[in-house]
Structure formats: structure tokens, C-alpha cells
């Protein structure tokens, strides 16, 4: 379908061989809603590895706004649970090596043919503490390493200049328990570690770019996990190395809250999506249990360029976030893979996205230019060789079912 309407694309609207791969799922149980989860697998699908033409499908309109389903939540009209799908083009996928380990809310970094895959929970009450390597060359997962002792093992910042890996702040330990503001260098080339100096106040899922050599961090959630932040720091780095003492305040982001992209273009750097609001340790429980509390979800666009002041860009079609990972940059826009929409209306559980956007940096456009095997949250997105892969994450409980499936994760095959 998609190959076939591709031919009806205007040359200059095609984008040749772009193909899709799926890469090893480790995917894991919704932690905030199953006490004991144990893992299971995604069952691949047999398909060689084909060239899909993928962008743009010009029969996928733009979507302007968000449907609101107001009318039917009040009339008392059963609201579907995919309602917030969008039309998408089908694509094929591949699936890949296996990642090692099940992971949601890690972090990646792609440099080259390598993504280096950090952190994370393997189940809600288990951190990983080491960094995986894929190589998209030659689909392995080699070459595992240690973090060190004192780095956050989730809702992290992290960005890199191409050797360096910088990474900031983020929650230490399982379950909802606090940050930590210990930012650290990663070398990559000799796999070294080294210190930077501590962000000035902890923060979960901060949007985090190096920009015009500085290493900026903003927004993420407060120390209680829930509030939105707006505070906006930078600090002058230049080869693994701060060239400051200390972090600079910077003009604050007009909305605070976690896991947003942020990505620089051309030397613009764009906030896309994320929430306020987050799952919060309960009150008083020794192993700060995860509750759940109010989750906004945006689709806001903001964009800083020279002027140094905020402006409004288009939005997202649909409100996105768990995205800080799944994101890349193709051909002067902007792909992001999945995330998490708006809760359901009615039975107000967590929406999980199963498309794939683009916005055009040129037309300043957003499309919906395919769908996932299935919805996915928090996950780890890298391109190489025409090819965009994804792993780890939280999947759906099924095609018709968008909330975040309680047993996922990998080893059997379901
Ligand atoms: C990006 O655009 C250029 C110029 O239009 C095209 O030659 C190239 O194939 C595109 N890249 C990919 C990965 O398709
Ligand atoms: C909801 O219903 C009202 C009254 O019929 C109408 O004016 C409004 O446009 C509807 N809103 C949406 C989002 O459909
Ligand atoms: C990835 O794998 C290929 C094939 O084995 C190898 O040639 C390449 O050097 C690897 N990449 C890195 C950065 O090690």
C-alpha cells in the first residue's frame, strides 16, 4: 500500500528507501498497574528485509488539531478505546537482535553505526546500572558496560557531540523514588566516565540539547516527581569538559513537565510535546510505591533560535509524550515514534501512540507517515542506512487495546 501510493508521489515530495526494522523489543509489564510482572515477547513476523517507501504517503493528510471527544464522553456514548489513533500507512517491520535486557525509561544515544542504550527499569522495582551496545551494521548487542554508582537510572537527559555523551540529573533508584542532579561525561571512545558539575536542582526528564556549546537543560519535573518545572539552565562544555564552574539560568520554557523531545536543527533547538504531571511515590511507603496522579499530555510546539525568546510552532497532530528518546532527524525533519496521548475520556486509562510523525522543517508541517507492529511509550529510536529502528519501551495490550499491557517484556514468545 504504501509502495503503491508512493508512486503517485511527486519527486520532490519522495524520499527513497526509507525503510523501517524493528529492532530486538525488550519490552516490560505496566509496572503502575501489575504488582508482579513477569515478561514475555513479541511475536515477530517472518518479513525480509524489504525497502518501503515511506515518506510522504500523500494521500495521509496533515491533521491539524486533536479531536475532541467531549460531546460523546457527556452524551454517554461508548468512546472506543482507539480513539485517539490516527490513519497511518501501514509499513513493514523487521524484527531485530533482542535487546539484552527489558527496559522502559532508559535512555539512548545513537553515534554512527552504534546505539548505546543506558539505564533504565527492568521491572519496577529493578534498575539497570550498565549501557548496551547495538550496531546496526551487524545487528549485535555487544560490548555491555557499567555506569557509574551514583548515575540516575531513569528519566534522564542525555545528549551527545558525537563522542562525548552528556548525562544529566534524573531518578535514582526503582519504583518513584527522588533524583538526583550528579551529571556525568561519557567518552566514548575510551569508554572513561567523568564528573560535570551537579545541576542546581534535581529534575525528572529534563528536555536536555547541546546548543551553540552549551549544554542546556529545561523543564522536567521537580523533586516530588509530579510538579512541572519551567527553569531553563546551560553550562559552557567543549570536548567532555565544562568550561564553566557552575550552571547559567537561562530563559525559563513556557511549559514545565518531562519527557518532551528536544532536538536542534540547523541551530534552532525545538521542545516537542511531553506532560505535566507524573506518577509520584505514596506518601510514607518505605519503597516509594508508584501512584498515579493527573497527567496532562501536549502537543506544544516551542522553538528558540537566535533571538533567544520562545515562539510557537505548529503542533503535534495528536498531544506526545514519552518521546525524549524517539526521536531522529531525517532529511531536515523531525521522526518521532510513538509516546503517550491523552488519557481515555471515560475509563481514564493511559493511551499509548502506535503512529509515526514528521514534522518538515521547511514547511514547518507535521504528517502522520506510518504505524508502529504496535503502540509504544519511552522508546529508544535510531536510524541508519535508510533503515529507522526502535527498542525497548512499554507496548500496548493489543491492536485494539492502546493501554499499557501489564505482562510484556521478552523471552517467550506470546
Ligand atoms: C534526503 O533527501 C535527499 C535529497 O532530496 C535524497 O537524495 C535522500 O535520498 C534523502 N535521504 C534519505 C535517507 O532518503
Ligand atoms: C458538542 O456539542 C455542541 C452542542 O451540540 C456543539 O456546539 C459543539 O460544537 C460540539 N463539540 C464538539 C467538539 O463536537
Ligand atoms: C559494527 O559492526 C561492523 C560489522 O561487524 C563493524 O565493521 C563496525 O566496525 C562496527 N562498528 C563499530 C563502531 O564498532
Known sequence: MVRASAKHASATARLLLICIALLGIALLADFFWAS??????????????????????????????????????????????????????????????????????????????????????????????????????????????????????SHLGMVTDGRYIYVVTGQYGPQCRGPTAHTFVLDTKTKKWSDLPPLPIPRYAPATQLWRGRLHVMGGSKENRHTPAIEHWSLAVKDGKALDKEWRNEIPIPRGGPHRACVVVDDRLYAIGGQEGDFMAKPGSPIFKCSRRNEIVYSDVYMLDDEMKWK???????????????????????????????KHPVTKKMVLVGEIFQFNLNKLEWSVI?????????????????????????????????????????????
Open 36 to 153: 508482579s510482572p513477569h515478561f514475555s515477547s513479541w511475536a515477530p513476523h517472518e518479513d525480509k528485509r524489504q525497502p518501503t517507501l515511506l515518506f510522504p504517503d500523500p494521500r495521509i493528510p496533515t491533521q491539524g488539531k486533536t479531536q475532541s471527544h467531549k460531546n460523546e464522553t457527556l452524551s454517554g456514548r461508548i468512546l472506543s478505546a482507539t480513539f485517539a489513533d490516527l490513519p497511518a500507512p501501514k509499513l513493514k517491520w523487521e524484527k531485530m537482535a533482542p535487546a539484552p535486557v527489558p527496559r522502559l525509561d532508559g535512555a539512548a544515544i545513537q553515534i554512527k553505526d552504534l546505539l548505546y542504550v543506558f539505564a533504565g527499569y527492568g521491572t519496577i522495582d529493578l534498575v539497570h546500572s550498565h549501557v548496551d551496545i547495538y550496531n546496526f551494521t551487524d545487528n549485535t548487542w555487544r560490548g555491555r558496560f557499567e555506569m557509574p554508582k551514583e548515575m540516575a537510572h
Open 312 to 342: 510557537v510552532l505548529p503542533p503535534m497532530p495528536k498531544p506526545d509524550s514519552h518521546i525524549e528518546f524517539a526521536w531522529v532527524i531525517v532529511n531536515n525533519s523531525i521522526v518521532l515514534v510513538g509516546g503517550t496521548t491523552e
Open 370 to 414: 506510518g504505524k508502529l507492529p504496535f503502540r509504544v511509550k519511552t522508546t529508544l529510536v535510531g536510524f541508519w542506512d535508510g533503515w529507522l529502528y526502535f527498542t525497548s519501551g512499554q507496548r500496548d495490550k493489543g491492536p485494539d487495546n492502546p493501554s499499557p499491557k501489564k505482562v510484556i517484556g521478552e523471552g517467550e514468545t506470546r
